[in-house]
Nanobody, 126 residues
Framework: QVQLVESGGGLVQAGASLRLSCAAS????????MAWFRQAPGKEREFVAG????????VYADSVKGRFIISRDNGKITVFLHMNSLKPEDTAVYYC???????????????????WGQGTQVTVSS
């Protein structure tokens, strides 16, 4: 069973930092673009950041650009989301996702991702 397992969420104050991790269960994930999405209560799930299989290219949503950094360690088959200068509007459940294709580009639509983690809650208080 292919799995993505997120960790690192929590409750922090505005301005703080958090690092989310997403560990994959099989080696094929090192050949796939990976992304983080988030979903706030009553809102659609939205793209946050993505990274190519090689880690050489990244894409960010405008709302997090300059504050969040996505990275990956293919040796450990793990993707990270470093979140800095957190704001209350960043409060959401954060999901890790893996592209269904190998060696593909970063896609910002949910439909491009076939594998999802269970989500980790991030809450930012003002």
């Amino acid at each position: 069973q292919v799995q993505l397992v997120e960790s690192g969420g929590g409750l922090v104050q505005a301005g703080a930092s958090l690092r989310l991790s997403c560990a994959a269960s099989e080696r094929s994930f090192s050949r796939r673009a990976m992304a983080w999405f988030r979903q706030a209560p009553g809102k659609e799930r939205e793209f946050v950041a993505g990274v190519t299989w090689s880690g050489e290219s990244t894409v960010y949503a405008d709302s997090v650009k300059g504050r969040f950094i996505i990275s990956r360690d293919n040796g450990k088959i793990t993707v990270f989301l470093h979140m800095n200068s957190l704001k209350p509007e960043d409060t959401a459940v954060y999901y890790c996702a893996a592209d269904m294709r190998q060696y593909g580009p970063i896609r910002q639509n949910r439909e491009g991702y076939d594998y999802w983690g269970q989500g980790t809650q991030v809450t930012v208080s003002s």
